[in-house]
T-cell receptor, first 106, second 113 residues
Framework: DAKTTQPNSMESNEEEPVHLPCNHS???????IHWYRQLPSQGPEYVIH???SNVNNRMASLAIAEDRKSSTLILHRATLRDAAVYYC???????FGTGTRLKVLA | NAGVMQNPRHLVRRRGQEARLRCSPM?????VYWYRQLPEEGLKFMVY????????ESGMPKERFSAEFPKEGPSILRIQQVVRGDSAAYFC???????????FGPGTRLLVL
């Protein structure tokens, strides 16, 4: 089964870090791990992607487990505008799970 | 640099009509992907195309749905003889190469009456 699995929902307080987990236990050696987020009534927005090493960009950080069977998207300081559904996916067949709905509390 | 363009943004069709959804990828991107999203559900992969080639159509329904990405012009997702169950948001994404991260368009919301 090539699915990714994520918690359905998470909550965070504003200005605090958020760690969003994803399991992709059947990932192959050449699959990239991608993260996207989607605000209501909008198209998904690319957040970050990586293969083996941890990755940082202006939006977030991506921590990839050594065995690559899981990864964590890290938002260092959550803001109200980060409230969205976050999807992780892998390259092969670009399979998206149902995503994690992040709620940010003021 | 314009992002991925999709049109129309909203499309209403009656049962039995044809729906044509267009997608213009970002400049320099030769890989196009189509996804469908039903209300309150996640994204479902439909098809992956490169210029003039279908790379993976394993997510496409076997009947009534087709996609193309010609040498010139946008990618087209065509749905023939639409049914109410086809009502959904259809998103197109593009990337410069496989595995490099995809950039999504705003979607076409299809409503079948």
């Amino acid at each position: 089964d090539a699915k990714t699995t994520q918690p359905n929902s998470m909550e965070s307080n504003e200005e605090e870090p958020v760690h969003l987990p994803c399991n992709h236990s059947t990932i192959s050696g050449t699959d990239y791990i991608h993260w996207y987020r989607q605000l209501p009534s909008q198209g998904p927005e690319y957040v970050i992607h990586g293969l083996t090493s941890n990755v940082n960009n202006r939006m977030a950080s991506l921590a990839i487990a050594e065995d690559r069977k899981s990864s964590t998207l890290i938002l260092h300081r959550a803001t109200l505008r980060d409230a969205a559904v976050y999807y992780c996916s892998r390259t092969y067949k670009y399979i998206f799970g149902t995503g994690t709905r992040l709620k940010v509390l003021a | 640099n314009a992002g991925v363009m999709q049109n129309p943004r909203h499309l209403v069709r009656r049962r039995g009509q044809e729906a044509r959804l267009r997608c213009s990828p970002m400049k320099g991107h030769s890989h196009v992907y189509w996804y469908r999203q039903l209300p309150e559900e996640g994204l479902k992969f439909m098809v992956y195309l490169q210029k003039e080639n279908i790379i993976d159509e394993s997510g496409m329904p076997k009947e009534r749905f087709s996609a193309e990405f010609p040498k010139e012009g946008p990618s087209i997702l065509r749905i023939q003889q639409v049914v109410r169950g086809d009502s959904a948001a259809y998103f197109c994404a593009s990337s410069p190469a496989s595995g490099r991260g995809e950039y999504f368009g705003p979607g076409t919301r299809l409503l079948v009456l």
